[in-house]
């Protein structure tokens, strides 16, 4: 296993947490892991990226300049990393708020109505977790019963539901 | 034979370094006559300034701490939150406390940090040769205002008791001098007031001493104390800014 | 044991409390947010004090008086901020106390900016504040070392009393990785040989200070100072040696840079080009002997850093200029790619 995730969006699309969910996972699995948030002021508004690297080997940089797995929540961050994405990865785009198809041949990409499947499922703020839930399927990386330990160990307890909420939004990205 | 005045056992039997006339050595006394009456000074830290005092550490008895210019009300909050038993007061002039350590000042007063200020108020920087100090009184000839104070040029003057006695976290602000006996007398009681809120968790307690210096002044001793009465406690009323024991007290 | 995912900046300021920190005084600034508000929320329920200070001065300062009753005092900041501790440094170190200061790098001078940076190297390791004096710099590279490194810390500035500092950077205060906390023995020396904590009417009154004005006097506590000195650069460096045996291309580097520098290395290996890492754990006391070992067999030496090249200084030095020592850096806060440093070995003549 070596990924070298790449997730951006605007801030407040849950970019970050998104992030920490496949971290947590592979925490979960006792693989090397590392998580780096973009910083500063684009978590008031501006775009907002995190770089997570999955590995069975000690994680070097653990700054993501050219993922094998890129995750586009908004249009400027499609734009900005589509061309970064190395020959034969995969790019998941929310294609309800990025209207642009990538012409590159050398790596999968995959479209899901991201946003829309969010209202329509009554599931605020699920976008993020809806498109992950495509990754997951897409290659492979982890199981829903990993999921679900990593959420338990992320979510407060106060907030419960939200674990079944977000295995939900997994489960309608998985399905797309 | 009867002993009718001896050295307080909280000050060093050391000779101290200041000029012929200077009333730092009064103040010293004061400060450490409180330290015995109260029996505190087993339990007590003090906090030297940087200015003529720097060398008060070792005239004091009981364990002290020589801080950077301007911040021993830091250097004095870092002591009191990790030692809040102890009684902890700093020295200060009124270069380092009302000029580069202001900040420090004003936050240790406004957090309420539960210290005593001992502030020394002679209008003047001793221990570098006699230049403007921000309590310089205007039209005053120092090193750096050679033709008088200018608050054109150079500003107006910091009255620090009355700035201090409007924060909220500020217990007692008071001011004194020690050029009478009775005037002494008085400075005693407010340091003593200072030490007792300290006990009784009252907050922030700053004495300012109006205080002489004969040597950059130019001035003999006795012409000295006749400025201080003339000059400054014209410009620097004496008196109690705010003591929020007295205002317990009228409720 | 349980592994957790933190941030390098919460990180530091647990393993803080578990080596016995008491206290935390800072004030805020970008990019080490997150280990005083860790403070804030966790400090007071383990029994220590948090307090937010008016300015970098005053919370040195703070530092410098806990410290002097003999408390494990910390404070941390970025590298604006720590240019305006340096003052309260130089006391900490001329008054012989302990403490730890954290420095998560930002690119600089001035104001700069607020993404990772190492162009403190120079300010931590030669001259944080005026006068003779050194400070123990501990060089983490991932949050694990973050965490030992801190308790390591503490442990040495009690036992040389002086001042440790751990220099990290943005990337590492930002980033989380899989955590664990060791059971830690806490090694409190007995500091009532000095502390200045109310001498109890039992003993002669102890004086913090850091003033001499007889020269020959303020000489002899500078030489001391620097025999101790010496013991500690004989006893206390660290460093790794990555693939180094048969390198001959060594590239040093310190922190997160070294980690771009090992998948760079690693790269390069898979490619048949023979290099490999030197990495200084320790920046003062710089591991010489190390690097003597680490560039033993090499042609060439290569710094890489995330500046304009300081360290590179240390590691000639340490060579006696006897071997080309290159350099690449990317600074203003910008991170060097693994890609960036493997083209640059291989202009090296990396592939002979």
Known sequence: MNYNILLAGFGGQGVLFAGKLLAYCALMENKEVSWLPSYGPEMRGGTCNCSVCISDEPIGSPLV???????????????????????????FVDSTLVESVSDRKDIDCYYVQATQLETENELPKGANIILLGKVLEATGMFSDETVRKALEKIVPASKGWLIENNLKAIGIGRAQ | MAVVFERPKALCDVPLHYCPGCTHGIVHRLVAEVIDEMGIEGDTVGICPVGCSVMAYNYFNCDMIEAPHGRAPAVATGVKRTNPDKFVFTYQGDGDLAAIGTAETVHAATRGENIVVIFINNTIYGMTGGQMAPTTIPGQVTQTTPYGRDPQLAGYPVRVSEMLATLTGTALAQRVAVDSVPHIREAKNAIRKAFENQRDKKGFSLVEV?????????????????????????????????????????? | ???????????????????????????????????????AKNMQKNGGVFLQAESEIAAINMVLGAASTGVRAMTSSSSPGISLKSEGISYIAGSDLPCVIINVER???????????????????????????????????????????????????????????????????????????????????????????????????????SLYLTPEELEKTVVDRYAKYDIIKDKETDAELYLTDDADIVVCAFGATARVVKSAVNEAREQG?????????????????????????????????????????????????????????????????PAEVLEKIKAMGGNN
């Open chain 1, 65 to 91: 300049t050219e993922p094998n797995v890129f995750v586009a929540l908004n249009q400027p961050s499609f734009d900005k990393f589509i061309g970064k994405v190395k020959a034969d990865g995969k790019a």
């Open chain 2, 210 to 251: 109006l205080s002489t210096c004969p040597t950059n002044w130019g001035l003999t001793p006795l012409k000295a104390l006749e400025r201080l009465r003339e000059e400054m406690i014209p410009y620097y009323p004496l008196g109690v800014y705010k003591d929020i024991t007295a205002e317990e007290g009228n409720k």
């Open chain 3, 1 to 39: 044991m349980e592994k957790n995912l933190m941030k390098g900046n919460e990180a530091l300021a647990e393993a803080a409390m578990r080596a016995g920190c008491k206290c935390f005084f800072g004030y805020p600034i970008t990019p080490q947010t997150e280990l005083a508000a860790y403070m």
């Open chain 3, 107 to 209: 690119g600089g001078p001035g104001l700069g900016g607020i993404q990772p940076s190492q162009a403190d190297y120079w300010q931590a390791t030669k001259g944080l504040g005026h006068g003779d004096f050194h400070l123990l710099v501990f060089a983490p590279a991932s949050v694990q070392e973050m965490v030992d490194m801190v308790v390591k810390a503490f442990n040495k500035a009690d036992e040389y009393r002086m001042p440790a500092m751990i220099l990290a950077d943005g990337l590492l205060g930002q980033m989380m990785e899989p955590v664990s906390f060791p059971e830690i023995a806490v090694e409190m020396p007995d500091k009532s040989s000095w502390a200045a904590d109310g001498h109890k009417n039992k003993r002669a009154h102890h004086i913090i200070n």
């Open chain 3, 273 to 337: 080009i023979k290099v490999g890492m030197f990495r200084p754990k320790t920046l003062w006391p710089f591991p010489e002997k190390e690097v003597q070992k680490a560039c033993a067999n090499a042609s060439k030496v290569l710094s890489v850093e995330m500046s304009m090249g300081q360290m590179i200084d240390d590691i000639k030095l340490a060579l006696s200029c006897a071997k080309p020592v290159e350099f690449f850096g990317r600074t203003g806060g910008v991170i060097p790619t």
